[in-house]
C-alpha cells in the first residue's frame, strides 16, 4: 500500500523530482527525508549524538533539542540506541530524515511493530509533519493507516498499482454496500456461505457477510443463529479499505506485509505486535 500526505505530489510533480539521479544527485538529496523499514543505528549512540552526526554529514547546524521534540522523542535524547523501545528508535530514524529539512519524506512501513499505541503516537507525529508542510509518502501494510493518515492511496499489487485514489474515492469506486459483521471462527464463516451463497469473509475472528438489501440480513442472521456454533458481538457497518483491498487483491493482508488467501487456514490474530 502506496501512501500521500501533504500537498498533492501525485498530482503535480516539482521539477526537481525529475532531475537526473546520476547528475544532479546532490540536489535531490537536499530535498529528500527517508526512513528505511527496520532503521537501526551504532548501539552506543544517543539520539541528541544521532542527528548531531546526520547534521554534520548534510553539512548543517540543528539543535538536536529540537529535532527530537518534532518526533517526541527528547524525553530520550541522552538513551543509548539499544536501549531505545522499538517505537523510540523508529521515531529516531523519522528524526534523522528530517535534519536537512526535506520537502519529500519516504517513510518505509514506519510502524511495523509497534504496539498499538506505539503506533497512534507515530500517527501523531506523522500528522504534526504534514501540518508544518512536508508532503510525506509511505508504505504501510496496516490498512486502517492508509485510511487515516492519506491523502490519497495506491493499492499495489504483484509491483503494479491496482487504483488509486483517496480512501472515500476508493472506497465509492470500489465498495458494494453493507456488511453485517460478527465475531466467530471460520467454521462459522463456511457455515453462513455454505448456507447462504452470499459473500463471506473471515479475517481477525470476524465473520463478514456482505449485504444486498434488508432480506440478506434477515437470511444471513438466521443462518448464524441456526448453525449453533459460538458467536457474538452483531453489528452492520460499511465497507472499509481493508474490504477493497481485499476484494481486488483476493487476500487479506498479514502481519509482516504477507497476502493470505481466503482458503489459507491460520489462527486469528488476537494479540499486540512486540
Request: proline letters at 5%.
Given at each position: 500500500?502506496?501512501?500521500?500526505?501533504?500537498?498533492?505530489?501525485?498530482?503535480?510533480?516539482?521539477?526537481?523530482?525529475?532531475?537526473?539521479?546520476?547528475?544532479?544527485?546532490?540536489?535531490?538529496?537536499?530535498?529528500?527525508?527517508?526512513?528505511?523499514?527496520?532503521?537501526?543505528?551504532?548501539?552506543?549512540?544517543?539520539?541528541?549524538?544521532?542527528?548531531?552526526?546526520?547534521?554534520?554529514?548534510?553539512?548543517?547546524?540543528?539543535?538536536?533539542?529540537?529535532?527530537?521534540?518534532?518526533?517526541?522523542?527528547?524525553?530520550?535524547?541522552?538513551?543509548?540506541?539499544?536501549?531505545?523501545?522499538?517505537?523510540?528508535?523508529?521515531?529516531?530514524?523519522?528524526?534523522?530524515?528530517?535534519?536537512?529539512?526535506?520537502?519529500?519524506?519516504?517513510?518505509?512501513?514506519?510502524?511495523?511493530?509497534?504496539?498499538?499505541?506505539?503506533?497512534?503516537?507515530?500517527?501523531?507525529?506523522?500528522?504534526g509533519l504534514e501540518k508544518e508542510g512536508h508532503t510525506i509518502m509511505l508504505t504501510t501494510?496496516?490498512?486502517?493507516?492508509?485510511?487515516?493518515?492519506?491523502?490519497?492511496?495506491?493499492?499495489?499489487?504483484?509491483?503494479?498499482?491496482?487504483?488509486?485514489?483517496?480512501?472515500?474515492?476508493?472506497?465509492?469506486?470500489?465498495?458494494?454496500?453493507e456488511r453485517l459483521e460478527v465475531r466467530g471462527d471460520e467454521m462459522l464463516a463456511d457455515y453462513v456461505?455454505?448456507?447462504?451463497?452470499?459473500?463471506?469473509?473471515?479475517?481477525?475472528?470476524?465473520?463478514?457477510?456482505?449485504?444486498?438489501?434488508?432480506?440478506?440480513?434477515?437470511?444471513?442472521?438466521?443462518?448464524?443463529?441456526?448453525?449453533?456454533?459460538?458467536?457474538?458481538?452483531?453489528?452492520?457497518?460499511?465497507?472499509?479499505?481493508?474490504?477493497?483491498?481485499?476484494?481486488?487483491?483476493?487476500?487479506?493482508?498479514?502481519?509482516?506485509?504477507?497476502?493470505?488467501?481466503?482458503?489459507?487456514?491460520?489462527?486469528?490474530?488476537?494479540?499486540?505486535?512486540?
Amino acid at each position: 500500500m502506496l501512501c500521500a500526505q501533504g500537498r498533492g505530489l501525485l498530482a503535480a510533480r516539482p521539477e526537481w523530482l525529475a532531475a537526473d539521479p546520476w547528475k544532479k544527485g546532490y540536489q535531490l538529496h537536499k530535498k529528500l527525508g527517508i526512513i528505511p523499514q527496520g532503521f537501526t543505528f551504532f548501539p552506543k549512540a544517543t539520539p541528541r549524538e544521532a542527528v548531531t552526526y546526520y547534521s554534520t554529514l548534510f553539512g548543517v547546524q540543528n539543535d538536536p533539542d529540537v529535532i527530537l521534540r518534532k518526533v517526541i522523542l527528547d524525553d530520550a535524547s541522552r538513551v543509548y540506541f539499544e536501549n531505545l523501545s522499538g517505537g523510540q528508535k523508529q521515531k529516531l530514524g523519522l528524526a534523522l530524515a528530517l535534519v536537512n529539512n526535506p520537502e519529500l519524506l519516504f517513510l518505509d512501513e514506519p510502524t511495523t511493530g509497534l504496539d498499538p499505541q506505539a503506533r497512534r503516537n507515530m500517527w501523531d507525529v506523522i500528522r504534526g509533519l504534514e501540518k508544518e508542510g512536508h508532503t510525506i509518502m509511505l508504505t504501510t501494510h496496516y490498512l486502517e493507516e492508509a485510511e487515516v493518515l492519506s491523502d490519497r492511496v495506491a493499492i499495489m499489487n504483484h509491483g503494479r498499482i491496482i487504483t488509486d485514489g483517496t480512501p472515500a474515492e476508493i472506497i465509492q469506486k470500489h465498495g458494494s454496500g453493507e456488511r453485517l459483521e460478527v465475531r466467530g471462527d471460520e467454521m462459522l464463516a463456511d457455515y453462513v456461505r455454505e448456507k447462504t451463497g452470499f459473500d463471506v469473509t473471515y479475517h481477525n475472528g470476524f465473520v463478514s457477510v456482505r449485504l444486498r438489501d434488508k432480506r440478506d440480513a434477515v437470511i444471513a442472521l438466521a443462518s448464524i443463529d441456526q448453525s449453533g456454533l459460538p458467536w457474538k458481538d452483531l453489528k452492520t457497518r460499511h465497507d472499509s479499505l481493508e474490504d477493497i483491498f481485499v476484494k481486488l487483491v483476493g487476500g487479506s493482508i498479514e502481519e509482516g506485509g504477507t497476502i493470505k488467501k481466503p482458503s489459507d487456514k491460520s489462527e486469528p490474530i488476537a494479540r499486540a505486535n512486540n
